[in-house]
């Protein structure tokens, strides 16, 4: 949920108007204080405290959000400088469309780990291609490397991942949750975890430089000049579900802040609603877990 600030001051002896417009649960808020009694032509100018992070305010507020919207959605956040975590429907299992590439290459690079060899030229070409770009035929094949099903379950055992489950054939078709994506990006980002800090940042750094087109979704929530690191996925369900699945998983960083955040849908009518819903609750996690911080 975006801020917006109109400030209207008229000149000494006349009344001020500030508009403080913070829009939440679709309300805009109004506050108007009286001009500055000391004359001298200076504006009155009140600056809003953010309020004190209420995770009860904050999924009552998406609940009536989503009763409004097509489909069903869930999300997982956590700051890992302020500790605040947040969840609605976090456990509750969403098709992954193209987000399992992530889990796909960190069960690569577990597998290395474990053979004490690093990925060859061929496989960082893939990799590259499968997060940048969300190639499909890259991640057919890196599936494979990694032994498709069996593979990615015993990976995601290491990573503690309890709510996802491989489709043994199409990648796409896996299940997962929002927690066991916030579980895995939060192993990326930092100890301890099962990849070695190296890996970890070769993932993220992939996950910073995806193409243009494909950087909607968390990206939402980020501020200017933070980094956001990111995969999203989308795909029109034909036997999970009705309509479109649009998720987005990643990492936003600022100053004061590290949030790994991970927002799922399924049944929308259209990609594009689902994409509104994603960015939309990403934008209202964020912004709350800021709290009075900022």
């Known amino acids: 949920m975006r801020r917006s600030v109109a400030v209207l001051a008229v000149a000494a002896?006349?009344?001020?108007?500030?508009?403080t417009g913070m829009i939440a649960d679709g309300q805009l808020r109004r506050a108007a204080h009286p001009?500055?009694?000391?004359?001298?032509?200076?504006?009155a100018v009140t600056v809003a405290k953010a309020p004190e992070f209420d995770p009860l305010r904050l999924r009552g507020g998406?609940?009536?959000?989503?009763?409004?919207?097509?489909?069903?959605?869930?999300?997982?956040?956590?700051?890992?400088?302020?500790?605040?975590?947040f969840g609605l429907n976090?456990?509750?299992?969403?098709?992954?469309?193209?987000?399992?590439k992530v889990d796909i290459l960190a069960a690569l690079l577990l597998q290395h780990q474990w053979q004490g060899v690093g990925l060859s030229e061929g496989e960082r070409a893939l990799a590259g291609r499968m997060i940048r770009r969300s190639d499909n035929a890259a991640a057919?094949?890196?599936?494979?490397d990694v032994g498709r099903g069996d593979g990615l379950r015993r990976a995601g055992e290491v990573f503690g991942l309890e709510h996802t489950d491989p489709y043994p054939v199409s990648w796409g078709s896996s299940w997962t949750s929002p927690s066991d994506q916030v579980r895995l990006i939060r192993s990326l980002a930092s100890a301890p975890s099962p990849l070695a800090p190296a890996n970890g940042r070769y993932v993220l750094r992939l996950m910073r430089s995806v193409v243009p087109a494909q950087a909607w979704g968390i990206s939402a929530?980020?501020?200017?000049?933070?980094?956001?690191?990111?995969?999203?996925?989308?795909v029109p369900l034909r036997y999970e579900g009705n309509g479109w699945a649009v998720n987005s998983i990643g990492r936003i960083t600022g100053h004061g802040h590290d949030f790994v955040v991970a927002v799922f849908s399924c049944d929308s009518p259209t990609m594009r609603e689902g994409v509104a819903t994603v960015e939309h609750v990403a934008t209202a996690v964020v912004s709350a877990l800021r709290g009075a911080d900022g």
Do not use: C, H
């Not at 002896?13 to 508009?19: D, H, I, Q």
């Not at 001009?35 to 504006?43: I, N």
């Not at 409004?68 to 975590?85: E, N």
């Not at 509750?92 to 987000?99: G, L, R």
């Open 35 to 43: 001009a500055d009694p000391g004359g001298g032509g200076r504006r």
């Open 140 to 144: 057919d094949a890196l599936y494979a």
């Open 221 to 234: 929530a980020a501020r200017p000049g933070e980094r956001v690191a990111l995969k999203n996925g989308w």
């Open 90 to 100: 976090e456990t509750s299992q969403f098709v992954t469309a193209s987000v399992i």
């Open 13 to 19: 002896g006349a009344v001020a108007a500030v508009w």
């Open 62 to 85: 998406l609940r009536a959000y989503l009763r409004g919207r097509p489909g069903r959605a869930g999300v997982m956040a956590a700051d890992l400088r302020s500790g605040r975590t």
